[in-house]
């Protein structure tokens, strides 16, 4: 069993993922209305930038958030952790 510790931690770092992406997405949908909007054009930059590392982040302490991210030359990592079927948190 994990220590509460290592869940929030977690938690936390899969929060910030979730936060930046969607945030990147919503600037995403309005520049695509108001697409000489600069101030939201640096927004959406900071976002972007801001979801990159924290998926970066999250990726390096707990695994890849999407096969995609599972890019070893000889080992395929999306399989080791939990599936939520089996206990896994997410």
């Not at 697409?35 to 640096?42: F, Y």
């Not at 958030?65 to 939520?84: E, I, K, M, Q, V």
Request: glycine residues 6%.
């Amino acid at each position: 069993m994990m220590n509460s510790g290592f869940n929030s931690s977690r938690e936390v770092m899969l929060q910030q993922v979730n936060q930046a992406g969607f945030a990147a997405v919503e600037a995403n949908l309005y520049l695509d209305t108001h697409p000489c909007d600069v101030q939201a054009i640096a927004y959406y930059n900071q976002m972007s930038d801001a979801y990159e590392n924290a998926k970066r982040s999250y990726e390096a302490q707990f695994g890849p958030l999407t096969a995609s991210a599972s890019r070893g030359p000889s080992y395929w990592s999306w399989t080791d952790d939990p599936w939520p079927w089996e206990g896994g948190n997410f």
